[in-house]
């Protein structure tokens, strides 16, 4: 799925930590902790992990969830790019090194077989409003190996778009990939690319990408080095830059396509992930990998992963979520509207949410939530974004739908949700919407071919 062909003050000096894997022994020094960075100029950080856990702990599953086994549940097998490991959330594989990083470490077995990790953030809203900008950042240290004992290894740090979550992400590349890092083979480089449009080929080269070529860094392999990338919407044409210590070295602009397929790429939340895959096409195109002289347990290592944003908008929740209709009566379709705020209901529950406040459950085929006087101005709506959840059994699924002035209209917009990982594992899912003016009644209306509940929300925001 991903593609084919400023220093910090220091907090804690690490020790040095000797591996034996294979009968060979590797000296991986993790290279002193630095803090999360403050917010650039003009920018404000909203999300942030420092990595701080005890020795041998797994995540915070408040910020994480880990991607399973061989693929997506619906997806592509293997993940889309032939890579062979199985993802675990083991702390043989994924773990807190207790020198302030995550360290992702791929492990192959007596037989033959690999297992690595995969790590992705719960949110999935981060997003650049109109007008903002949006920066993702991280410092690494790639896995410490080359030549042939590197055979294979793949590590990245990279972004889906949010409407790949539910689906599997079989709606790739069309909702996005943007590629912070990518290296290959313990080759001394760095890649990123922005993947977007239809497979194969469009307006970003797939399977390939919109990519910056192979970028030169001698010591990603053995220093900590920060890699980002900033979406700016603040300039025109926008533009999607790639940073390798805080110096830029690649960039991709709406020019580069037509309008459609950079806003579906774009113009949405995404989330973070972060894994090492083994094999694959990327691999396969420098040489290939794994073989037998691939060294196992040679982990990638983490030091901080950071979010920043400018500008208005966004889907950040309000402190304190109104849980009653507003005071005068006037919603601003633009912000977001708690979903327990509702003016009239069927027959659904009010409970205490995991994101704070509460959320509406026991949500099913035919239920739905009022919500009036919401107030859209002149026109210019996208979409809509509802923060849902699921926890529904196997076979049970639905669609959100979104109605305006009478729950007998007709959708102007509507997702499908499953199982998410449970009745508080929240996912910010947009859907494109026709345009709206003026001031209306809004309906959420639920629609299943199974009589079992399926969805709790949160709350549901419009977007420009």
């Known amino acids: 799925m991903r593609s084919t062909p400023n220093k910090w003050r220091r907090r804690l000096?690490?020790?040095?930590?000797?591996?034996?894997?294979?009968?060979?022994?590797?000296?991986?020094?993790?290279?002193?902790?630095?803090?999360?960075?403050?917010?650039?100029?003009?920018?404000?950080?909203?999300?942030?992990d420092d990595f701080t856990g005890a020795a041998g702990t797994g995540l915070n599953r408040s910020n994480w969830l880990y991607s399973l086994g061989t693929g997506y549940p619906g997806g592509a097998a293997n993940w889309g790019t032939g890579?062979?490991?199985?993802?675990?959330?083991?702390?043989?594989?994924?773990?807190?090194?207790?020198?302030?990083?995550?360290?992702?470490?791929?492990i192959r077995d007596a037989a033959g077989n690999w297992t690595s990790g995969r790590v992705e953030t719960q949110r999935t809203d981060f997003a650049a409003p109109a007008g903002?900008?949006?920066?993702?950042?991280?410092?690494?240290?790639?896995?410490?190996?080359?030549?042939?004992?590197?055979?294979?290894?793949?590590?990245?740090?990279?972004?889906?778009?949010?409407?790949?979550?539910?689906?599997?992400?079989?709606?790739?590349?069309?909702?996005?990939?943007?590629?912070?890092?990518?290296?290959?083979n313990g080759r001394p480089s760095v890649f990123s690319a922005l993947h977007c449009g239809v497979s194969p080929g469009g307006p970003c080269n797939e399977t390939t990408g919109l990519g910056s070529g192979e970028k030169s860094c001698p010591t990603c392999g053995t220093a900590f080095h920060t890699y980002a990338v900033e979406y700016d919407?603040?300039?025109?044409?926008?533009?999607?830059?790639?940073?390798?210590?805080?110096?830029?070295?690649?960039?991709?602009?709406?020019?580069?396509?037509?309008?459609?397929?950079?806003?579906?790429?774009?113009?949405?939340?995404?989330?973070?992930?972060?894994?090492?895959?083994?094999?694959?096409?990327?691999?396969?195109?420098?040489?290939?990998?794994?073989t037998a002289a691939t060294r196992s347990g040679v982990p990638m290592l983490v030091d901080y992963v950071a979010v920043y944003r400018s500008g208005s908008g966004g889907t950040t929740p309000p402190t304190t979520p109104p849980t009653t209709p507003p005071a005068g009566g006037v919603r601003n379709a633009y912000a977001q509207i708690e979903a327990e705020s509702y003016n009239a209901a069927s027959s659904v529950i009010k409970e205490t949410s995991s994101e704070g406040g509460q959320n509406v459950g026991a949500i099913g085929n035919g239920d739905w939530l009022q919500f009036d006087n919401v107030d859209f101005g002149t026109g210019g709506v996208r979409d809509f974004v509802g923060r849902v959840s699921s926890g529904a059994g196997?076979?049970?699924?639905?669609?959100?739908?979104?109605?305006?002035?009478?729950?007998?209209?007709a959708p102007i917009g509507s997702f499908a949700l499953a199982n998410t990982g449970g009745w508080q594992s929240w996912r910010s899912i947009p859907a494109n919407v026709a345009n709206v003016s003026g001031?209306?009644?809004?309906?959420?209306?639920?629609?299943s071919g199974q009589p079992a509940d399926f969805v709790n929300v949160n709350w549901l925001q419009f977007r420009r």
């Open 13 to 48: 000096l690490a020790a040095a930590a000797v591996v034996i894997a294979g009968g060979a022994s590797a000296v991986f020094v993790a290279q002193a902790d630095a803090a999360v960075p403050p917010a650039p100029s003009g920018m404000t950080l909203i999300f942030s």
């Open 83 to 106: 890579e062979i490991e199985r993802m675990t959330d083991s702390t043989q594989n994924v773990y807190h090194d207790g020198n302030g990083n995550l360290a992702i470490k791929p």
């Open 132 to 184: 903002g900008k949006l920066r993702i950042e991280g410092r690494l240290q790639q896995p410490n190996v080359t030549g042939a004992a590197a055979a294979g290894y793949w590590p990245a740090f990279w972004t889906l778009g949010d409407a790949a979550r539910p689906v599997g992400a079989t709606n790739w590349p069309s909702i996005g990939e943007w590629d912070i890092m990518e290296s290959i």
């Open 233 to 290: 919407r603040s300039v025109a044409p926008e533009q999607l830059r790639f940073y390798l210590d805080g110096v830029q070295y690649h960039q991709v602009s709406a020019n580069q396509m037509d309008a459609t397929t950079w806003n579906n790429a774009t113009h949405r939340g995404v989330f973070i992930i972060l894994n090492v895959a083994m094999g694959g096409g990327f691999p396969a195109a420098f040489g290939g990998g794994p």
């Open 394 to 409: 196997g076979g049970v699924s639905g669609l959100v739908e979104v109605r305006i002035d009478s729950r007998g209209n």
């Open 439 to 447: 001031r209306h009644t809004v309906f959420l209306t639920f629609t």
